[in-house]
Structures are given as C-alpha cells and as structure tokens.
C-alpha cells in the first residue's frame, strides 16, 4: 500500500471510506514521512516491547510502531476507523485495534493479557483537546510501564516538561516530574499534518521513575496543594492555596514560613520538595 502520509492517499481513504476528519476528536492525520520514524526512535523501542498506541488515526504512527515493536495494542474511539485501519495495518500481524475509550479502560488489565513478559511503552500523537487527562490517567493509575512518548501542542509540551520552580511550571509540570522524569525530543511544524493546525507540535518523552520524586504522606492532599497554588497564578501561592482549599490565610502564611518559604512567593517557583514540606507544615497547622 502507498505510504500514509501521501495526501492523495490519505483523500482515497477518506473517499473510499466515507470518512471526514472530525475536529471533535482532534484529528491531523501526519503526512510528514519523517516524523514517525522520528518519533519511534525517540522513544526507544525495540522488537523486544510491547506498544500501547492512543488514537492511531488511519495508522500512519501505527505502521512505524509495528515495524519495530514486538506487539502493538493501538486505543481507538472513533468507530469509524476500524475499516480503515483494517486495509491499512493488512500487512502486520503484530497489530491490534481496539474500540475504546483510553479514559475509561481498565489499562492494568490490557498490559496483563497483551504483553506478558514484556517491557512496555506507550507511543502516540495525542488530540490536543484531550492531552492533560491522559498524561494523568497514564501516570496516577500506577501502570507497570518504562516510558510515555507522545507528541502534543509545544505549549503543553513545555509544561510537560518544564521542572518545577521554573518559569514554565504548572499544576502537570509538577504531577509529571513527581512520576516521571521528562525530556524534550523535538519540534514538530504544522505543515506536517493535514490538515495544518494553527499551532507547532513537540514530541515529549517522560520516563516512568521507579518512585516518586519526593516521598508524601498523603498524595492526595498534596496534589490537591499543587493544584490549589496554580488555581490563581497572578496570586501568591499564599492567596491561591487558601482560596483554594478554603483556608484562613494567616494560616497557610504561618506554614510557609514554618516550611522555610518566603511567604510572597510565586507557586511556580515552588519545588516539589518545597510543595511536601509546605504540606508537612499545613498539616500541623490544622
């Protein structure tokens, strides 16, 4: 079959299969034949893992991933896709589609029946609607995985990215650096992608760390913290976090400053180790 990142190709598809790209579920097919090969590289696979792929689209990833993967498992919630993927992805036997919703599937169960004994990874062009749930689902749910290699808008992929207390960080930049230890691959133009979104791409990789990067008592609470201090970034993180969680301020004061905090401080200049002894503190507050 002609390759799927030739756009007359990709049109014979879409008209064969009466298939038009909804903007709904964030679909840019690739038709930059350098990207997956790219992609693929960077995240390390070989013959020996086991790929879980989400939102293969018409499979032009997917094709990369089988060629050098041992088995691939790609997510797919557009039902009008399987028909097309079954003509693409004809030549691989190492290739399985599944109708599902990424979100709601049980993944623990996936990674047992499909890849026993097998280290895996998850490779993907992700919808930018949908990238932070994902990246969590994929992280909180404690997957047996070694990495996360997905390309995104650049500017989810440098909060992805960006180490806490930098000017970048957020509310994920803090939740992925606790889980995973990130890395900027590279860029992606919207020329390589049809049709061409309005904003440039980056392919990020997160490598699952075999601990947290810091060792919490309550890892609830403390995410509820994260996510307090950057509910208000213009605020202090004193304003935010007590708006936030409903505390007096004075109270959430006296705890930065029992952490060893400047009590004026950004919360993107907090660390994770700042944002755990800031917990410890708040704890004894209350």
């Not at 840019?28 to 070989?46: A, H, L, R, T, Y």
């Amino acid at each position: 079959m002609p390759e799927l990142t030739d756009l007359a190709t990709i049109r014979a598809l879409c008209e064969k299969y009466d298939f038009a790209l909804s903007k709904g579920f964030g679909q840019n097919f690739i038709i930059n034949p350098g990207v997956c090969p790219k992609i693929v590289d960077g995240s390390g696979i070989d013959r020996s893992w086991g790929v879980i792929e989400i939102g293969p689209g018409i499979g032009v990833l997917t094709k990369e991933l089988a060629r050098r993967a041992g088995k691939v498992v790609a997510i797919e919630v557009d039902k009008r896709l399987p028909p097309v993927l079954a003509e693409t992805l004809a030549e691989f036997d190492n290739v399985k589609i599944l109708l599902q919703d990424v979100l709601t599937l049980d993944l623990h169960q996936l990674i047992r029946e499909e890849f026993p004994d097998m280290p895996v990874a998850v490779c993907a062009n992700l919808p930018y609607y949908i990238t932070s749930p994902i990246i969590m689902k994929l992280l909180e749910d404690r997957l047996p995985i070694r990495s996360v290699t997905v390309m995104v808008q650049k500017e989810a992929a440098d909060r992805l990215a960006a180490a806490p207390g930098t000017r970048e960080s957020g509310a994920i930049s803090c939740a992925v650096q606790y889980f995973a230890e990130p890395k900027m691959l590279f860029t992606v133009q919207p020329g390589s992608f049809y049709p061409a979104p309005k904003v440039t791409s980056a392919v990020v990789r997160l490598d699952i760390r075999p601990a947290p990067a810091v060792q919490v008592p309550d890892e609830k609470g403390y995410f509820a913290l994260v996510r307090a201090a950057f509910g208000q970034r213009r605020k202090t993180a004193a304003n935010s976090i007590a708006s936030g969680l409903g505390l007096p301020k004075e109270a959430v004061l006296a705890a930065l400053e029992r952490a060893g905090l400047d009590p004026r401080v950004r919360p993107e200049k907090l660390t994770l180790a700042d944002f755990a002894a800031l917990q410890a503190a708040l704890g004894t507050a209350r």
